[in-house]
């Protein structure tokens, strides 16, 4: 853990840990079952974001509950997502990615592949306040319509 700590200054380490408490396992039947309904039927989406000198941090949920982030930093990509039976966490270097946005999706791509690694739904708007501060962590956007 205190690799991943490392990573981050103090102020990156409280906008997680207020973000970043653990979701609690299903107790019934019928949650274990909404779970999967949850998974299969309802994407996540970045509601809000946080920000400092130096990182941004989408919040990412489902069906109105909190289920991970996407941590944007002058050096990494960090994210950790996990709603229903689905799950996924990623670490890349900023280098290694490009971003894309299209049809209401933010779209994280691999550089070396040009293959998706994963895409979540994310409002114009929201995209359009985030974007300035991408740019500042020097995150590079691929866009064929030229309009964002």
């Known amino acids: 853990m205190s690799k991943f700590n490392s990573l ?3 102020n990156q380490k409280s906008i997680l840990r207020s973000i970043n408490k653990r979701l609690p396992l299903p107790k019934t039947k019928n949650e274990m079952i909404d779970n999967l309904f949850s998974s299969l039927f309802y994407s996540p989406y970045i509601k809000n974001y946080k920000t400092d000198n130096s990182s ?3 919040e990412v949920y489902c069906k109105n509950k909190r289920c991970g982030y996407i941590n944007f930093t002058n050096e990494r990509l960090i994210s950790i997502i996990s709603f229903g ?10 280098e290694a990615v490009y971003l894309h946005y299209n049809d209401k999706k933010l779209f994280i791509v691999n550089k070396a592949t040009s293959k998706t690694i994963f895409k979540i739904k994310c409002s114009e708007e929201v995209f359009r306040s985030i974007k300035a501060k ?4 020097k995150y590079t956007f691929l866009d064929k ?4």
């Open 8 to 10: 981050f200054s103090c």
């Open 145 to 148: 319509r030229n309009n964002h």
């Open 134 to 137: 991408l740019n500042t962590l």
């Open 56 to 58: 941004l941090v989408l």
């Open 85 to 94: 039976i689905r799950s996924f966490k990623g670490n890349a270097k900023r």
